[in-house]
């Protein structure tokens, strides 16, 4: 069965510094997903992207955050500059059409030291 | 604003002892809600997708139904392999496909 694949599972970063966490969406699927989990707390959205362009991003993903498409496989999620509050599980989904189910992948656990 | 919510928040079952799981929601004009179970570790799993009040789906020992208000999920004869946090999500009324997550009920299932 097609599975979202995301990479590293988990990435131990200092604050202050870039990460770039990776994504390969199920093949044929055309909206990707960005969500985050802090421990203990609900799954969250923060960004959607669809047509090569941001189609709904939360509160939480303000200009320390990006994403890419930057192949027809691949999907990033770049934060610049982290902070200690960015760690979480992070979480990338995909689907064929609006309305239908979300995938998601295993995700990256992301520690900020 | 949208809103769902989640009861119990954790569920204690002896193998083979039926129970329900409830999620209760606040959105305008419903497009679909999604059972998700997530292992410890991992990623929602997709269970199931319900569009319209009466509509039930199965799986297994799953049987997930909706209403206008609310949906739950049904185990019938839990095994241990059940245990998991089940999660319920609707898509924002105002937004293209956020899910709004529920923080889900934590199953387990003992012998």
């Known amino acids: 069965e097609p599975e979202v694949t995301q990479t590293p599972s988990h990435q131990v970063t200092q604050m202050g510094q870039e990460v770039i966490l990776r994504c390969v969406p199920i093949s044929n699927h055309l909206y990707f997903y960005w969500y985050r989990q802090i421990l203990g707390q609900k799954v969250e959205f923060l960004v959607s992207f669809y047509n090569n362009e941001i189609s709904e991003k939360s509160e939480i993903f303000d200009d320390q955050f990006s994403v890419e498409r930057p192949d027809g496989s691949n999907f990033t999620l770049k934060i610049r500059s982290t902070k200690l509050e960015d760690s979480a599980m992070y979480f990338c989904?995909?689907?064929?059409?609006?309305?239908?189910?979300?995938?998601f992948g295993d995700g990256t656990r992301l520690s900020i030291l | 604003e949208d809103q769902v919510t989640q009861s119990p928040e954790a569920l204690r079952l002896q193998e083979g002892e039926s129970s329900s799981l409830n999620c209760s929601y606040t959105v305008s004009g419903l497009r679909g809600l999604f059972w998700y179970r997530q292992d410890p570790g991992k990623g929602p799993e997709f269970l199931f997708t319900l569009y319209s009040a009466g509509e039930e789906k199965e799986k297994e020992r799953l049987k997930a139904t909706l209403t206008k208000k609310e949906s739950f999920l049904h185990i019938t004869a839990p095994k241990p392999e059940d245990s998991a946090t089940y999660l319920c999500?609707?898509?924002?009324?105002?937004?293209?496909?956020?899910?709004?997550f529920g923080a889900g009920t934590r199953l387990a299932v003992h012998p």
């Open positions: 999500a609707v898509p924002s009324s105002g937004g293209y496909n956020k899910l709004i």
């Open positions: 989904a995909s689907s064929d059409l609006q309305n239908q189910p979300q995938h």
